[in-house]
């Protein structure tokens, strides 16, 4: 069964420094998102991208964070200028009908590390 | 503002019991309201999705109702085993809306 992948599964980075999280989502889906789950809480929404652009944002994702599908088949979020509190786990999702009948599959997430 | 809430934080329930998890929500009008499971480490996983004119669905030993008059979803697991021990969370969607706002997570404990 087709999966979303993503790399890597773990990432430690310096308070400061900037980093990319790369997701593949599955082959036919149209609606991309990135959700955030910080330790012990909820999974977060943080944006949703449909046909090459940010369809919805949430107010965690500013102007720190950036999305962008470079190809035809990655999808990444660029985190600059990391802070203590990014740590979290990040998950990439895709869906073919935008989740409103059809459901999101989820990759296995980044672990990101703030030091 | 819109808010979801799941049942206490942890359930345990015997193992061949049924397991019974509530989402209620406020401020919502959704047409959709999907399940997922987590394990620890792990993104979450769909189960299954229930319309604002479904009463009920099933999927094997899953059941979901919807409720819109209480705004309540409750799904319930038959015959539970140790390896339905996950966090389930709710995701209520409105019409036009494409984004999934998920709910605090029930962790379950299937006791042998």
């Known amino acids: 069964e087709p999966e979303v992948t993503q790399t890597p599964s773990h990432q430690v980075t310096q308070m400061g420094q900037e980093v990319i999280l790369r997701c593949v989502p599955i082959?036919?889906?149209?609606?991309f998102y990135w959700y955030r789950q910080i330790l012990g809480q909820k999974v977060e929404f943080l944006v949703s991208?449909?046909?090459?652009?940010?369809?919805?944002k949430s107010e965690i994702f500013d102007d720190q964070f950036s999305v962008e599908r470079p190809d035809g088949s990655n999808f990444t979020l660029k985190i600059r200028s990391t802070k203590l509190e990014d740590s979290a786990m990040y998950f990439c999702?895709?869906?073919?009908?935008?989740?409103?009948?059809?459901?999101?599959?989820f990759g296995n997430g980044t672990r990101l590390t703030v030091t | 503002s819109q808010k979801i809430e799941q049942n206490s934080e942890a359930l345990n329930i015997q193992e061949g019991k049924t397991a019974t998890l509530t989402c209620n929500y406020t401020?919502?009008?959704?047409?959709?309201l999907q399940w997922y499971r987590q394990d620890p480490g792990r993104g979450p996983v769909f189960l299954l999705l229930?319309?604002?004119?479904?009463k009920e669905k099933r999927k094997e030993r899953l059941k979901v109702t919807f409720d819109t008059t209480l705004k309540q979803s409750l799904f319930h697991i038959t015959a539970s085993q140790p390896a339905d021990s996950a966090t389930y969370l709710c995701?209520?969607?409105?019409?036009?809306?494409?984004?999934?706002?998920f709910g605090t997570g029930t962790r379950l404990t299937i006791i042998p």
């Open positions: 999702a895709s869906s073919e009908n935008g989740g409103k009948n059809s459901p999101l599959h």
């Open positions: 082959s036919n889906h149209l609606y």
């Open positions: 991208f449909y046909n090459n652009e940010i369809s919805e």
């Open positions: 401020n919502y009008s959704p047409a959709y």
């Open positions: 229930i319309r604002e004119n479904e």
């Open positions: 995701a209520p969607l409105g019409f036009g809306n494409e984004k999934l706002t």
